[in-house]
């Protein structure tokens, strides 16, 4: 068998994957983003999502897990993706159950006044 | 055979990854199209920009990556980072509006309450001025009816005087004003002195009870025959009659009739008997003008 050109094979190879890909982030960085994760979903905990935005603070979840796997088994750029989208899902499920909290609080007035203008008009019909 | 072939896959591989227009990333399309909806709303440019700009800054570099035809898993997680800020600014604008929608609707119910306090206080003045009206009119009616009570008893008083005054008799018929035989001349229906003052008292009650009329019946005792009794007995009555309207008592309010030697009122076997029958009764009526007819 011919020698194949292993050596401009294996540096175009590199050159490829170079200029098409990112570089392995080191594994300390990824683990200070994975902890970000934890503390945005522990606010979105605390601003009732498990109540208001149950299936984004699942997902957060979820991809903070998957992350810390990828990154026990030294994955680190799966891992630094997983925490990224992690941290988004959990402030994305922390501002919808702020938000479905503050338009209950709304309604809760609005019906109250509607209970109050009845009370006007008993009032008024003497 | 086999250089050939690892060159090819290098090449491949090469014009995959670097060459040629970058491969289309289902969720970046989805990315833009929703960012552009999400800049396009006034509100959600209005109210949330910072998280607006987060998005934007997201989508430019997914676009980038696709620019730099980096790995589709690369792109496809810058997509969905910029995806998700997407809807991040979306929630923000919605969770802004509804703290300000909060606070007019709270401003609104401090009216509203205000509003419900003075229609109440409103209403229970209505309520008292309703009360007191009622017990105004209650007053009013209760003396209302004091005085017609003592009105009453004042006529009564007076109606029981005036038929004292009148000597008249209370009978099953009502008033009955009984002249008796010494009072007119003896089987004569002419009226002596004393007849004429009774007959005064009789008009005297009918002028101050105008609304009463009156029957006149005539009776005799037995002596003599049937016929001249009733003749008698009926010239006696006109006699009465007379008496009245020569006084001004209005003809309409007076009746008479001779019964002759019917319905006598004691025995006719003793002098005393008949001259209780030969009598003539005044029947007064009721103050409807109303005369019962004699049993």
């Given at each position: 068998?011919?020698?194949?050109?292993?050596?401009?094979?294996?540096?175009?190879?590199?050159?490829?994957?170079?200029?098409?890909?990112?570089?392995?982030?080191?594994?300390?960085?990824?683990?200070?983003?994975?902890?970000?994760?934890?503390?945005?979903?522990?606010?979105?905990?605390?601003?009732?999502?498990?109540?208001?935005?149950?299936?984004?603070?699942?997902?957060?979840?979820?991809?903070?897990?998957?992350?810390?796997?990828a990154?026990?088994?030294?994955?680190?750029?799966?891992?630094?993706?997983?925490?990224?989208?992690?941290?988004?899902?959990?402030?994305?499920?922390q501002?919808?159950?702020?938000?479905?909290?503050?338009?209950?609080?709304?309604?809760?007035?609005?019906?109250?006044?509607?209970?109050?203008?009845?009370?006007?008009?008993?009032?008024?019909?003497? | 055979?086999?250089?050939?072939?690892?060159?090819?896959?290098?090449?491949?591989?090469?014009?995959?990854?670097?060459?040629g227009?970058?491969?289309?990333?289902?969720?970046?399309?989805?990315?833009?199209?929703?960012y552009?909806?999400?800049?396009?709303?006034?509100?959600?440019?209005?109210?949330?920009?910072?998280?607006?700009?987060?998005?934007?800054?997201?989508?430019?570099?997914?676009?980038?990556?696709?620019a730099?035809?980096?790995?589709?898993?690369?792109?496809?997680?810058?997509?969905?980072l910029?995806?998700?800020?997407?809807?991040?600014?979306?929630?923000?604008?919605?969770?802004?509006a509804?703290?300000?929608?909060?606070?007019?609707?709270?401003?609104?119910?401090?009216?509203?309450?205000?509003?419900?306090?003075?229609?109440?206080?409103?209403?229970?003045?209505?309520?008292?001025?309703?009360?007191?009206?009622?017990?105004?009119?209650?007053?009013?009616?209760?003396?209302?009816q004091?005085?017609?009570?003592?009105?009453?008893?004042?006529?009564?008083?007076?109606?029981?005087?005036?038929?004292?005054?009148?000597?008249?008799?209370?009978?099953?018929?009502g008033?009955?004003?009984?002249?008796?035989?010494?009072?007119?001349?003896?089987?004569?229906?002419?009226?002596?002195?004393?007849?004429l003052?009774?007959?005064?008292?009789?008009?005297?009650?009918?002028?101050?009870y105008?609304?009463?009329?009156?029957?006149?019946?005539?009776?005799?005792?037995?002596?003599?025959?049937?016929?001249?009794?009733?003749?008698?007995?009926?010239?006696?009555?006109?006699?009465?009659?007379?008496?009245?309207?020569?006084?001004?008592?209005?003809?309409?309010?007076?009746?008479?009739?001779?019964?002759?030697?019917?319905?006598?009122?004691?025995?006719?076997?003793?002098?005393?008997?008949r001259?209780?029958n030969?009598?003539?009764?005044?029947?007064?009526?009721?103050?409807?003008?109303?005369?019962?007819?004699?049993?």
């Open positions: 068998m011919p020698l194949l050109p292993v050596r401009p094979l294996a540096l175009a190879s590199v050159l490829v994957l170079a200029g098409c890909a990112s570089s392995r982030p080191p594994a300390g960085a990824v683990g200070a983003e994975l902890d970000a994760a934890q503390s945005a979903i522990a606010q979105a905990d605390q601003a009732s999502a498990a109540q208001h935005a149950p299936l984004e603070l699942r997902n957060a979840r979820q991809k903070a897990q998957q992350a810390r796997a990154l026990d088994a030294g994955d680190t750029e799966v891992a630094r993706r997983l925490s990224a989208e992690a941290t988004v899902d959990a402030e994305l499920a501002v919808k159950a702020r938000s479905v909290v503050s338009q209950a609080a709304v309604e809760e007035v609005r019906e109250s006044i509607r209970a109050l203008r009845e009370e006007i008009e008993r009032s008024r019909r003497g | 055979m086999l250089r050939s072939v690892l060159a090819a896959l290098v090449l491949a591989t090469v014009a995959v990854g670097c060459g227009p970058p491969a289309a990333n289902a969720l970046l399309t989805e990315t833009e199209t929703a552009l909806e999400a800049e396009s709303a006034p509100d959600i440019a209005r109210s949330a920009p910072v998280a607006l700009a987060d998005a934007r800054d997201a989508l430019a570099r997914a676009r980038a990556a696709q730099e035809k980096q790995k589709p898993e690369a792109v496809t997680h810058l997509a969905y910029a995806r998700q800020r997407v809807r991040i600014a979306e929630e923000t604008a919605r969770l802004n509804s703290a300000q929608d909060i606070e007019r609707a709270r401003a609104e119910r401090q009216q509203v309450q205000l509003e419900a306090r003075t229609a109440e206080a409103e209403a229970a003045q209505r309520s008292a001025e309703a009360q007191r009206a009622a017990a105004v009119a209650a007053q009013a009616s209760a003396e209302a004091r005085v017609a009570a003592e009105a009453a008893l004042r006529r009564a008083q007076e109606l029981a005087a005036q038929v004292t005054d009148l000597q008249a008799q209370l009978t099953n018929r008033l009955v004003l009984t002249l008796g035989d010494v009072l007119f001349d003896t089987a004569e229906a002419t009226l002596k002195t004393g007849g003052r009774a007959v005064d008292r009789l008009v005297s009650f009918l002028n101050d105008p609304q009463r009329t009156v029957l006149i019946e005539g009776f005799t005792d037995e002596v003599g025959s049937d016929e001249s009794n009733r003749a008698l007995s009926e010239r006696r009555a006109a006699s009465v009659r007379q008496a009245l309207l020569d006084r001004g008592v209005a003809s309409l309010r007076v009746q008479t009739r001779g019964y002759g030697e019917a319905f006598p009122v004691a025995s006719n076997g003793t002098p005393e008997g001259q209780q030969r009598r003539v009764e005044v029947v007064i009526s009721d103050d409807t003008g109303a005369i019962p007819a004699r049993q």
